[in-house]
Every structure is written in C-alpha cells, then in structure tokens.
C-alpha cells in the first residue's frame, strides 16, 4: 500500500457540508472482514460495493447491481477506498457536493476472501492488485462466492461482478428488484431522500 489510501475519499469532499464520515479508526486488518452494498441515486443510480482490506473499503460502483444469477456479467468500475466508518452510512449527500443524492445500506455483513491461485490463498489486498478476488459473502440479501474480475486497466479501468454457482446461486430471484430497502432501516432510498431533505 503506497501512502494513504483515503486521500482521495477526503479531497473529494467538503466535511463541514457533507453528513458523511470521516475517518478515525487506525488502519489495520481484521480476521473478520465486512462487507457492505450502498445504493446510491447520484447523477445516475447505482450500487456501491465496498470490501473491508487491509483497514478501508475497497469500493466499486455497480450500475446495475449484483444479480444472483451466474449468467449475469455486471460491470463495477473502481472508485477510491472509503473508511470502514462508511459501511453504516445512510443519508443524503446535499446538492453540489461529490456524490449528491440519497444513500441507504442495501445490504451489509461479512465476507471471507476464498481467492486462490495454483491452489495457494492468495491475500485480498493482493488479490485486488492483481485483478481477480473471489470472497464468499454472508449478508442479509446476498450470499455465497462472488468474482470479481479486472478487464480492463488504465483511466477506464473495469471489472465484472459475477456470482460463482453455489446453493445461492438464483436465476430466478432478482434482489434489485424484489428487495429495494435498506437492511438497517427498512426504508427505500425514496424515504430517505423524502425524509432527510
Ligand atoms: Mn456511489
């Protein structure tokens, strides 16, 4: 790890106007890594992904969401790691400010990184450097093996979000769709843009 990794996620953003967190907690690893899934309806709606490694969030950014369907390829463009106080954030990010628009905890628990290479466990900081974690997740939607894959690098780096087929695995359910509220509070990002506004 090169400097400090939440660098970024502090130059972006204006504390004394955004209610989001800021960091406080000292970096450092835990054996019981979480996970969390923001839905986010910024300019354009999406789903945040975040991976606790190595004392942050790892964080993509899915447009479509994860899908329980091994078939679905769904794209996840990297953006800057955010701190682990980041995971329970719910709320309205106000106009004119980076990210503006409502957030809600769409799903959230732990994850275990189950990436291999020539049948060695390869380390999750590591793995992402090297373009390709499996993690097998336990949240309140979600469940079982994910991939996510790098296919492209450079300034319009992206990666894939697949589901490994496993007894979660779902063709037939649609957890975008069918389960729309926040897992801390019940409420739709609609009740949270409404409510908080
Ligand atoms: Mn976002």
């Known amino acids: 790890m090169n ?30 890594p979480i996970f969390v899934i923001q839905k986010h309806a910024a ?15 790892k964080s993509w950014a899915v447009p479509k969401g994860p899908s329980t369907d091994p078939k679905d390829k769904r794209l996840a463009v990297p953006t800057e790691d955010h701190p682990l106080e980041y995971a329970t954030f719910e709320g309205v990010i106000p106009e004119k400010q980076y990210g503006a ?14 990436t291999e290479k020539s049948g060695k466990p ?9 373009g390709h974690i499996s993690f097998y997740l336990e949240g309140k939607k979600l469940n079982g093996g994910y991939a996510l894959r790098r296919f492209k690098t450079g300034d319009d780096e992206a990666w894939l979000l697949i589901k ?7 063709p037939n359910r649609d957890p975008v769709r069918e389960e729309p509220q926040s897992v801390l509070s019940g409420r739709t990002i609609e009740q949270v843009a409404e409510e908080e506004s």
């Not at 400090?4 to 450092?28: H, V």
């Not at 957030?103 to 990184?113: A, H, K, L, P, S």
């Not at 390869?122 to 090297?130: N, R």
């Not at 490994?164 to 779902?170: F, H, V």
């Open 3 to 32: 400097g400090d990794p939440l660098e970024s996620y502090r130059r972006k953003r204006d504390f004394s106007r955004t209610p989001e967190p800021q960091d406080s907690r000292p970096l450092q690893s835990s054996s019981n």
């Open 122 to 130: 390869i380390p999750a900081g590591e793995a992402v450097a090297l």
């Open 164 to 170: 490994m087929a496993d007894e979660y695995a779902d």
């Open 101 to 114: 628009g409502p957030v809600i905890v769409w799903d959230i628990g732990t994850y275990r990184n189950i």
């Open 43 to 57: 300019r354009t709606l999406h789903y945040d992904l975040r991976l606790e490694i190595d004392g942050v969030l």
